[in-house]
């Protein structure tokens, strides 16, 4: 098998997706990714990421392989989690205090950025709309990142999105007030549970 051939299957390993950087790893030449675009057997989506031509549309899904060290948060992750029906406009990224990711703007991606000690608190994963898996954090961490400091949604949403958790059979009360505790957001929370508990 040669490397076009082994490199498409890579991709089809891979959901139709894969990077120059996964390319190289696997010591095949990145010049064999220029060719099979030139053969119109790939696609090049951006620099670095290509794709089957049959693959799915799934920005959500590239900009992960994109910023690999983004976890989706706030108004997009309530979306991924199925408590906000309002589609995102700009999505939202968490990325490690310092991380240099080039290109969100253009992108349509709004960045924040947190201490390494905070970073992966939380951290698990959901389908996108097309079914790849995502890093996103879980509900209860995105529910104390909507309402800490500038960081706060618009008051209509993080209402719907507290009512919904208060209502639902999977809420986890002492992750949340251990993730609350965590991120300096106790009487913020606290005051949303007493309205509705």
């Not at 309002?86 to 490690?96: A, D």
Request: proline content about 2%; hydrophobic content about 40%; some cysteine.
């Amino acid at each position: 098998m040669n490397d076009h051939e082994s490199i498409i299957k890579m991709l089809e390993q891979n959901k139709g997706i894969i990077t120059s950087a996964q390319v190289t790893n696997a010591g095949f030449q990145r010049r064999a990714l220029s060719e099979l675009v030139a053969a119109n057997r790939i696609n090049r989506v951006e620099r670095g990421v290509y794709a089957l031509p049959e693959t799915w549309d799934d920005d959500m899904y590239f900009f992960q392989i994109r910023y690999a060290k983004g976890i989706f948060s706030h108004g997009t992750s309530l979306f991924l989690h199925g408590m906000s029906d309002r589609t995102p406009q700009v999505y939202t990224l968490t990325f490690p205090h310092g991380y240099n990711a080039k290109g969100l703007k253009k992108h349509n991606i709004k960045a924040k950025y947190v201490t390494s000690d905070i970073y992966n608190l939380g951290t698990t994963e959901k389908p996108s709309l097309s079914g790849n898996m995502l890093r996103v954090y879980d509900i209860e961490r995105t529910l104390c990142d909507i309402v800490r400091g500038n960081n706060a949604l618009d008051v209509q949403l993080v209402n719907q999105a507290m009512k919904i958790y208060v209502e639902s059979k999977d809420k986890d009360m002492s992750k949340l007030i251990e993730y609350a505790e965590r991120l300096h957001v106790m009487a913020k929370i606290l005051r949303y549970m007493e309205v509705l508990l």
